[in-house]
């Protein structure tokens, strides 16, 4: 945080819920962009059991110096019913990410993540509209990018998990939702594919397999992830190793200080 | 607030509970010193409405990061039912400015105003042991202060009141929490007295007239202030002018800071 943020009577109150919360610094993220650009903004985290989420959410509708506030894990579904509204892509999506209090406590939901990282493997110079994607792992995060990188212009999205009925599952969503992109299940080949990306949980800890074979890849196919720490996880190691073009987790976090402006109706 | 403040998932986060909210700027001072210690603490004013007291109460103790709140007009009064424990202190004065929420969500509330200005007095080398003391008004700030002067050992203490019978029963209970010291009603001559407090408005807004007669007070009088803006009242200008030895309304505020760090538990 810079030493312009002061927080006052005056300042936009803004809230990060979760538990555990020890692991949270997206707050510090926000504070410092906000102080960057001399905005009157403060972010703090709110440690909040699933059993207090609706007692909670209750109050902030009357806290009238609240902006808004982030939700994590694990309150990203059970938020959505305790709102008043939320936006077509986190209804699509099945979680909200964000929530903006509105004059009066009344609260709309929406879900950054997706755009998040679209427009963050847009800041690494990775474009989606018309090119082929492989998306590694269709759970909640990548719930979030499928609708994103459809709605981006994708012209086909191969959906490989684990359990391959719920990659069956969310393509058939997307499909639904963005009849223009290709989505399917398939296997986690990346040959022929432009964009991979990964939103496994692999790589987040020391010893993880690779999610795929690394050595299919071509040095023309770029390589994303969702995860943020390490920054560069084996996966990116390699396919840097190979001559890829690639993003790191952290740019979706970056790329969603303007989508929360955005949402709060911040001016940019 | 310096550089280093970060506010993240481990940092102990408190609030001010105000109506209206945007003249609170002790969430800075506050925030200004926890930096200036390396001290990982948070403070942002939350606007309440009375209508909404009780439920905020009920959330705070809920929010495990939580580490208490200070409270302030127009809820002082009102939050003392909603707690599990006042001090004997704030029992007296009738009034919680700031209350410490303990692991599981107990809720202790104290009052610090009177004993920091007490101690506020002192950094200004003013002390009041053993000393008569002319105290000016009997409101909610009053009744803190005097229980305090009392406290700290002065041998008398004369409040004078507009309504004179406030000044008579604040007197009365003074004198019955603190035998040692005399504590009386009477008029706003400062003759003889060794400090006189101000803790009436009268001061606070262009063309107030003086709380008392300036003219009768002696080099050797020591002045205090209650209030913080202007820093330098009329009275102070005034009572400086004679020479006497003055104490501003802030050293009341900055005094308060060791105070919340022993409430909260923080070692000094």
């Known amino acids: 945080m810079s030493a312009e ?8 109150i ?5 538990d555990p919360v020890a692991h949270v610094v997206g707050s510090d993220r926000l504070n410092a962009r906000f102080a960057a650009e001399g905005l009157d903004m403060a972010v703090s985290p709110l440690h909040v059991q699933p059993k207090d989420l609706a007692a909670v959410i209750g109050t902030l509708r009357l806290l ?29 999506i099945g979680a909200v990410n964000f929530v903006r209090r509105n004059p009066g406590g009344r609260l709309t939901g929406d879900n950054l993540d ?5 427009d963050g493997l847009a800041a690494s110079g990775i474009g989606l509209a018309g090119r082929r994607v492989l998306q590694l792992g269709a759970g909640g995060a990548g719930r979030a990018v499928a609708f994103a990188v459809a709605e981006a212009g994708a012209s086909a999205l191969f959906i490989h998990n684990r359990t391959a ?19 399917a299940s398939g296997p986690d080949d990346p040959r022929g594919f432009d964009v991979v990306i990964n939103t496994t949980s692999m790589g987040m800890h020391e010893g993880d397999p690779l999610p795929m074979d690394v050595g299919r890849l071509a040095a ?13 996880t084996p996966l990116l190691v390699a396919a840097q190793a190979r001559g890829c073009r690639i993003s790191l987790g952290t740019s979706m976090l970056d790329a969603q200080y303007g989508l929360v402006k955005q949402l709060l109706g911040i001016p940019s």
């Open 5 to 12: 943020q002061r927080i006052t009577g005056r300042t936009g």
């Open 165 to 183: 009925a719920r990659a069956q599952a969310l393509a058939e969503a997307v499909g639904a939702a963005w009849p223009g992109c290709a989505a």
């Open 114 to 118: 997706g755009q998040g990282f679209v």
């Open 220 to 232: 023309s196919t770029d390589v994303a992830e969702i995860i943020m720490t390490p920054a560069l």
């Open 14 to 18: 803004l809230f990060i819920l979760a």
């Open 64 to 92: 009238q110096n609240v902006r808004g506030f982030g939700v994590t894990i694990p309150h990203k579904i059970a938020v959505m019913p305790l709102l008043d509204a939320v936006t077509p892509r986190a209804r699509l």
